[in-house]
Structure formats: structure tokens, C-alpha cells
């Protein structure tokens, strides 16, 4: 039977069997309407961006076909205010699910969160209550309804009660997994948060080992040849003077250049002034030069990306040819880069030793830092994929949206 | 900067860049300072503490196998009188305060001038020609 059939519209009509079967038939469709968009709009919670693509366009057919459904159903019973009551119910609750989507979408997750809880929420709990109290209305007011027998009557409000029970229960069900899918999605997020911060600290480690090792004792030493100069001078040494301030001199240029050279790791200053493809083009020939390794560069890329993307493709990029340069034993790296209709992708690929992916990545080996590679691009809305097989090379691919990309 | 004599404090060197230490050395021997080993890490130093006559240990923290303030807490209980300078890149009051707690005799933070390394370890070996007579 029906949820959606109040008192007057059951009693009013003794031969309505046949109204009240396409009714139900209604409230079936009506029900699985209304928890898939639970499911949609979990999922955006999830996703913590509208949904978009497949998921958009389904969203987008469950609302036509709910709003069909309770087209119909007023239809049906024209003149019933719960009909009309349970049908502005759901039209709000769809007005709010919208509001929140479009916090979503200009990134204010904090204010969509809030919408979630003070709009959606009690929006969602009118419906569910309308639905609750007009099988209650009809439970009651069944037995007194003309042209059937007590138990036929009986029979339907029970039947009636029941489905509106197991609907209600399903949409408690369905909003239940929107909340334990908010809060995977919470967790997700932590989890990812971690560990940028534990890759950012690393990083950070790292430079701070690179500028003990490199640059501060380089220039220690030339404080210390600097003395031995003076000292030179004050014992009437002019020759040897000149020769360890020369020397000194020489140093100096060194350290400059190391300094350049992790300020150039830190940012290559070529990404921010020419973009990712002359960077990469600089990369590429680095490679070519230190590891001689034939390493080339296709590029189709008419126009520069957002800065964000530049520098996660770049990154990628990066760490890529730095494994292949250091572990692929590789005569030959192609670096691709490509624009599609959806899409900016980049693959890297190399003709190497390759290795088995499955124990890296999913063996928690990671000598490559594979993972790391695939959080930087997940982190920014993309994918990221590679293939390998020892003794057949390795190719790496990273896909970034297109609309994350314009973004 | 002082050039002493036959008299002159003799140094254990423990530094894992070759090139500092080289650098170092040569202005140590320059002022009549004898550095009779060098080591690359705490390990080293222990070792070479033991088998040379060093009068004073001027010493890294951040090396590999053994760091310095590790080396030093060894020093301090296996050779207790011999004096241990050390010359960091770090200057860092953790540091400062964890070499103080290993009875270490100076801190010294890498770009100081070479006078303040010299004349430390001047005050060390006299500190320690000090603590030994009768």
C-alpha cells in the first residue's frame, strides 16, 4: 500500500482499489527516488565537490523522475492536502540538498556543512514525519471506510503502516550511510592532511641536511682559508696570501651555485616565469645531460595552466624521471604531455627494468615513492596510474581534470 | 691566535666533511697546533681517544654512525679528564644545553673566527694541564 495516501483520498472512493494500486506503485518508485538521492547527495558529502560526470547525470534523472513521480501522485489525488503537504516537503528538501551543492561548489565546506545540519537535516525530518503521520491518518481512519470489509480495510492499513515503516526505515538507513560517509570522508581528508604535513617535514629535514652538508660547511671552510690568509699576510707572505684568497675566491663561486641549486629544487624559477612545458623541456635535457639517458619531451599544451596543477604535473614529472634516472637503468624516457577534451595528462615512460607494482605500492615496500607521487596528484582531484613489469619498462600517468584544472 | 710551542695542545679532529676538517687542520698547524688524528664520526672518536695522546677532542654533533653528543656522554665516562670542544653548525640552545649535560668544555657554532677555536682550545688543554697537577 501506499504512504502517500491520506484518510480522505482512501474513503472517499468505494471502487478505488485500481487508484490505490498505481499509488503504491508510486510511493515504490517515490521511495527509491528519495533514498538515491540520499546516496547522491552522501556522496557529494563525500566527495566534498558537487558530483559531477556520470554521477551528475544520474543525479540529475533521479530528480526528474522523483519529481515525476509526485507529479503523478497529486495527480491522482488532486484534492488531498497530505499529498500536497508530503509533495512541498520533498521539493524543499531537494531546494536544500541544491543550497548546500552550491556552497560546495564555490569551496565553502564549512558553510555547506553548516547548511547541511540546520537546513537539510530538519528538511529531510519534515519529510520523513509527513510520510510517518499520514500512515498513521490512514491506519485510523481505514476501518471506516464504505465498500469493504473490516478485513480487506484491516489488511490495507496495515499494509499501508508497514510500508510506510519500511520506507521510513530505509531513509534513516540511507541518511545513516550519508553520515558514515562524511565521516570516511573526514577521515580521508586527516588522513591526507597528515600526510602532506609528514611529506612537507621530510622535505624540510631534507633541505635542512642538504644546507648543513653543503653550503654551511662550505662556507665555514672559506671563513677559515679567509684566516689563513691573514695569517699569510701578517707573517709577510704576500704570494701565499694571494694564492689561498684566489682559492677562497673559487670556493665562493661554488657555494653560490650549490645555494642556486637548491633554490631551484625548492621552485625552479623557469616554472613560474615560462610555464610547465619549458620547465619540463629544462628537465628533460637536465636528465639527458647527468644521466645519460635519451630522454625527450612531447608536449601539446596550447595554453599555461593554473599554478597549482603546474606544479603537481612538474613534481610528478620530477620524481619520476629522478627513478627512472636512478633505478630503471633505462637507455631511453619520454616524457608526454597532452590536452583533452576533460583532461591534462601527463605519462612518463621508460624502457628500463621496471619492477613489480603490486609490492611497492600494495606491499608498503615503496622505494620509489610511488605513494607519494599518487597522493600529490589525488590531492589535486586527478588520478594517478602506473604500469611496469620487471624487464619491460614502466610508464606513469597522471590525470588531472580539466575543469579541477580551470578552476 | 696564538702560535705555541714544542708545549702545544694536540688535537683529535672528528669532523665527517673531509673538507672542513682538511681546512681546520691546516689552520691549526699553521698556529703550532698538532692534530695528531682525525675522525669521521663518534665512533671514531671514541677509538682514536683511546689509541692517541690527544690533549683535547674538537668534534661535529651531526655525523653518521655516532653523533657527537653521543661520542661525548662515551667520553665523559670513559676518558673523563679529556676535554671535548664542540664545533656545530647548529646553534641551537637544545644543543647547547644537551652538550652541557654531556660535560662537554665549549660550544662552539661553525663561522666563529679560527682565533675563538684556537684560543678555546688553548683554554681547554690548560684547563685540563690544571685539573692533572699533582
Known sequence: ?407 | MTATGPGAPRVLLVDDNQGFRSELRLLLEDCGIQVVAEGENGQEALDLATRTEADVVLMDLRMPVMDGLQAARALRDRVPALPVIILSAYDDPALRSEADAANTYAYLVKGCSGGLVLDTIEQAWAHRAADQAP
Open chain 1, 1 to 407: 500500500m501506499v504512504a502517500v495516501v491520506s484518510v480522505t483520498g482512501a474513503t472517499r472512493v468505494g471502487g478505488e482499489v485500481a487508484r490505490l494500486e498505481r499509488a503504491e506503485r508510486l510511493s515504490f518508485l517515490l521511495e527509491a527516488r528519495v533514498l538515491e538521492q540520499a546516496v547522491l547527495d552522501a556522496r557529494t558529502a563525500a566527495s566534498g565537490t558537487p558530483v559531477g560526470g556520470s554521477a551528475g547525470q544520474r543525479a540529475a534523472v533521479v530528480r526528474q523522475e522523483l519529481n515525476a513521480a509526485l507529479a503523478e501522485l497529486a495527480a491522482l489525488f488532486p484534492h488531498d492536502p497530505a499529498v500536497a503537504r508530503i509533495r512541498a516537503a520533498a521539493v524543499d528538501w531537494q531546494a536544500q540538498v541544491d543550497v548546500k551543492h552550491q556552497l560546495l561548489a564555490a569551496g565553502d565546506l564549512v558553510a555547506a556543512k553548516r547548511a547541511d545540519r540546520a537546513r537539510v537535516d530538519p528538511s529531510f525530518d519534515r519529510l520523513a514525519g509527513l510520510l510517518r503521520t499520514t500512515a498513521a491518518s490512514y491506519s485510523a481512519a481505514a476501518g471506516d471506510a464504505q465498500g469493504r470489509s473490516k478485513a480487506e480495510t484491516l489488511a490495507v492499513a496495515v499494509a499501508a503502516t508497514l510500508l510506510c515503516l519500511v520506507l521510513l526505515w530505509r531513509m534513516e538507513r540511507g541518511r545513516a550511510r550519508q553520515r558514515a560517509a562524511e565521516v570516511r570522508a573526514q577521515q580521508d581528508r586527516s588522513r591526507l592532511v597528515n600526510k602532506i604535513l609528514s611529506v612537507a617535514e621530510r622535505q624540510r629535514s631534507g633541505m635542512a641536511a642538504e644546507l648543513h652538508d653543503g653550503p654551511i660547511q662550505g662556507l665555514t671552510r672559506l671563513g677559515l682559508s679567509l684566516e689563513r690568509s691573514q695569517l699569510r699576510l701578517r707573517r709577510g707572505q704576500p704570494e701565499e696570501a694571494a694564492r689561498l684568497l684566489a682559492d677562497a675566491q673559487d670556493g665562493l663561486a661554488g657555494e653560490v651555485q650549490a645555494l642556486r641549486r637548491i633554490m631551484a629544487t625548492l621552485r625552479p624559477p623557469v616554472l613560474e616565469e615560462r610555464g610547465l612545458v619549458s620547465a619540463l623541456s629544462d628537465y628533460v635535457e637536465v636528465v639527458r645531460e647527468q644521466a645519460g639517458i635519451t630522454c625527450t619531451l612531447a608536449a601539446r599544451l596550447p595554453d599555461r595552466l593554473p599554478e597549482d596543477q603546474e606544479i603537481v604535473l612538474y613534481r610528478v614529472a620530477q620524481e619520476a624521471l629522478a627513478n627512472v634516472a636512478r633505478h630503471a637503468r633505462a637507455s631511453r624516457a619520454r616524457v608526454e604531455l597532452v590536452e583533452t577534451d576533460d583532461a591534462v595528462v601527463l605519462e612518463v615512460h621508460d624502457d628500463g627494468v621496471g619492477f613489480d607494482p603490486a609490492a611497492e605500492l600494495v606491499g608498503g615496500l615503496d622505494h620509489f615513492g610511488l605513494a607519494g607521487m599518487r597522493e600529490r596528484v589525488e590531492l589535486a582531484g586527478g588520478t594517478w596510474t602506473v604500469w611496469s613489469r620487471p624487464g619491460a619498462g614502466t610508464v606513469l600517468t597522471a590525470t588531472l581534470p580539466r575543469e579541477l584544472v580551470a578552476a
